[in-house]
């Protein structure tokens, strides 16, 4: 099963976000900001991050930088974003091959990326576990 680690300051978007997640087959780790993100990742076997940008101690794209380049983790990250420059962010993050959802966003795309993203395995078993979840069908 596939790993998120959620980072996002506003309590109610991460619970929700775990929510989504959690129903959709994944295990979620939560956190408020980019600086305990950081201290997860150095604990915690993750398979993706969604991080909010605007976040205190370490932002958004501060957590990228130290993910990318110092810790030289090649692990999928989605952005979230409600701020205005969206433009300028999505052409930062491009670099990594990152990109941004803007806020409000839509569950069912955001869902779609991360299933892409990640590794087929983790995809294989959120798969199989929705069918399960959904029980037998009428077709034979």
């Known amino acids: 099963m ?25 295990d979620v780790l939560e956190c408020r900001d980019g600086e305990e993100a950081l201290s997860i990742l150095a604990e915690s076997a993750v398979d993706l991050i969604v991080t909010d940008v605007n976040m205190p101690r370490v932002d958004g794209l501060e957590l990228v930088q130290v993910v990318r380049n110092e810790r030289k983790l090649d692990l ?28 409000p966003f ?3 795309r955001l869902l779609g990326e991360i299933a892409s993203l990640l590794p087929s395995k983790a995809r294989a078993v959120a798969a199989h576990q929705d069918c399960a979840k959904r029980g037998p069908t009428d077709q034979e």
């Not at 978007?13 to 989504?20: G, N, P």
């Not at 989605?78 to 990594?96: E, H, K, P, W």
Request: net charge neutral.
């Open 106 to 108: 839509s569950p069912s």
């Open 2 to 26: 596939a790993t998120i680690l959620i980072v996002e300051d506003d309590v109610q978007i991460l619970r929700v976000l775990a929510m989504w997640f959690s129903r959709n087959g994944y």
């Open 76 to 103: 999928p990250i989605v952005v979230l974003s409600s701020r205005c420059d969206q433009s300028s962010i999505a052409a930062d993050l491009s670099l990594y091959g990152i990109r941004v959802h803007p806020k």
